[in-house]
Structures are given as structure tokens and as C-alpha cells.
């Protein structure tokens, strides 16, 4: 009922000043309105052609510090549902989001309903970290969340259409832990070691059965910095360890994992992954089970002997 009101008063203002298309998300159709373009590919697989699904992140970027538009802005107050991760990690978006809830939109926090885990060291130690799609089963859990909220949220969809999406993607997605598994299998359990750009692949760790030794940026966010003191206690921690690779996220600088490679005394290997963000189609990961793959691929070929 609210969408429909607000689509018959914008229909009004526009006749009233003479104005077409004056609204942004004005098709009439269902809308849903998603922050990170992660989530934004999961949701869009679970609602296909039932719903206009709007990602507000692009591609290469990152969660922690974009940004959106004032039409960006307005398409969320529009919505008939919001997914968005939730745990502080849009950190530049989530006033927007809690504003929309505020005003009456339905909005759905991801992380918060997938058993999220807590950082275990850096200046974050202790707060829920919000990087739950390194798990594939509990992006399994999403999925089915997601298309419940649809299906109860969002007018006009089928919800027979839904679920049968979901189940779709429910079989694809179990595939992929499945192979996830199959590729980590070539990797000695003494060889399990992750060092990572910052703190991202702890869900991925408690699945599959690694160890993180440390992170270039001791924290959960790409937003903080290290000192030079955390450097060089990663350093010894690689020496100690027997690290053999460092992770770091593909859109991201890797200037300081180049000077922990250097002050190794190992022959350490930095080695880029897609951990926060899509990518473009013809840059290697443009769909969450491709980037997932895709990593997999990245730290099976990195550590395996």
C-alpha cells in the first residue's frame, strides 16, 4: 500500500509541473533496492525478472568507503525492500538505509541473520565481522532469507517464481562448496596459513580449515592503517609460520604487501584475490560463484605444493 501511494503521488506531481520520468525508479514495478553488488547478485538469482533490482555499489569498489547519489538515495526511499549487508560494513551508506527504515521501507540486514562470527585480533577484535560471503554455506542461508523477505515484502512477485529460484540457486551454490572443498584439498593442513590485505577471510578459515596468521591492515576495515609496529610483528609472524603467500584484494593497493614480501627472509608470493567486490564481466569475477572459484583457484594454486 505505501509504494502504491507514493507512485500515485509522484504520478500526480508530474502531471501537476508538466514533468515526465520526474522519479527516480518510476517503472511501476516491484522494486528492490541492494547495497553491495556481492548481495546484489545473489538477490538478483533469487528474484529474476519478478522485481527491478537496484545495486547501489559498483563494480571494483569497495564496500567500506562508496558512496551513492542523491537518485541512489531516493531509489532506497522508493523501495518496497532493502538488502543490505548490515555489521557496519557499508559505512557510507547505512544512514541512508536506517533513514529508509525510519520512513517506513522494509529493510533486511543480511549479516546479522547468518550467525555472524566476531573479529579475533586488531583494532577490531570483539565486533561481528561482516565478510560472511567467504562461506558459501552461509550464503546458502542468505539466499533462503533473501527470498523469504521478497516473497512477504515486496507486492506483485510470485512467490512460486521465487522459490524456485532459490532452489536453483541453493543446488549451484552447495556445488560450490563442493568444489571449494575438492580445490582446498590439494593443500597440506601445515600449509593452511592465510596473511590477507585486512581482516576478510575468517568465515572462509572456519569453513574449510585455515589459519589466519595476521593481516597487512590489522583490522576489519580497508579504512584503518597499520604501524609500523604491526608490520614488522606480521613480518615475524610470515618468518614463523613458513607463509608462503599473501592475499590481497584485487582492487585494492598492494604497496605494503610488497614491503612485507621484501622484509621476509621467505620467498613469499603476493598474490591478488577478489574478496569485497565484483568485477566487470570480462575481468574475472563478475558473479559471487565466479569470484568464489575464482579464489579458490587463487589460494589452492598459492599454497599447494
Not at 593452511?192 to 596468521?213: A, C, D
Not at 598492494?254 to 575481468?283: G, M, N
Request: with cysteine.
Amino acid at each position: 500500500m505505501r509504494r502504491r501511494a507514493i507512485a500515485v503521488f509522484a504520478a500526480l506531481s508530474c502531471v501537476l509541473v508538466g514533468v515526465t520520468a520526474c522519479a527516480p525508479g518510476g517503472s511501476g514495478r516491484p522494486s528492490v533496492v541492494v547495497t553491495t553488488n556481492i548481495l546484489g547478485d545473489i538477490t538478483r538469482n533469487i528474484v529474476g525478472d519478478q522485481a527491478e533490482v537496484t545495486v547501489l555499489m559498483e563494480a571494483n569498489a569497495d564496500p567500506h568507503s562508496f558512496g551513492i547519489s542523491a537518485q541512489q538515495a531516493a531509489r532506497i526511499e522508493q523501495a518496497d525492500l532493502v538488502v543490505y549487508n548490515g555489521l557496519g560494513l557499508e559505512e557510507n551508506v547505512l544512514r541512508h538505509v536506517e533513514a529508509a527504515g525510519e520512513s517506513g521501507v522494509h529493510t533486511f540486514a543480511v549479516g546479522d541473520a547468518v550467525d555472524p562470527i566476531a573479529y579475533t585480533s586488531g583494532d577490531t577484535a570483539g565486533r561481528p565481522d561482516p565478510h560472511f560471503w567467504t562461506d558459501p554455506d552461509r550464503v546458502i542461508k542468505a539466499a533462503g532469507l533473501i527470498a523469504d523477505q521478497v516473497v512477504q515484502f515486496v507486492d506483485g512477485v510470485d512467490s512460486t517464481a521465487i522459490r524456485a529460484n532459490a532452489d536453483r540457486y541453493r543446488s549451484e551454490l552447495q556445488e560450490l562448496t563442493s568444489w571449494m572443498s575438492t580445490s582446498f584439498a590439494r593443500i597440506p593442513a601445515d600449509q593452511r596459513n592465510l596473511v590477507t590485505n585486512h581482516h576478510v577471510f575468517e568465515y572462509l578459515s572456519q569453513r574449510f580449515g585455515f589459519r589466519v596468521i595476521g593481516a597487512v591492515i590489522p583490522s576489519g576495515t580497508t579504512l584503518a592503517s597499520p604501524s609500523a609496529s604491526d608490520l614488522r610483528s606480521l613480518v615475524t609472524a610470515i618468518e614463523q609460520a613458513g607463509v608462503r603467500a599473501i592475499f590481497v584484494d584485487s582492487s585494492q593497493p598492494d604497496r605494503l604487501a610488497q614491503v612485507l614480501k621484501q622484509e621476509s627472509r621467505l620467498a613469499v608470493k603476493v598474490i591478488p584475490l577478489f574478496s569485497e567486490s565484483l568485477t566487470a564481466a570480462d575481468q574475472g569475477a563478475p558473479t559471487y560463484v565466479q569470484m568464489m572459484r575464482a579464489n579458490a583457484k587463487a589460494i589452492s594454486d598459492g599454497l599447494a605444493p
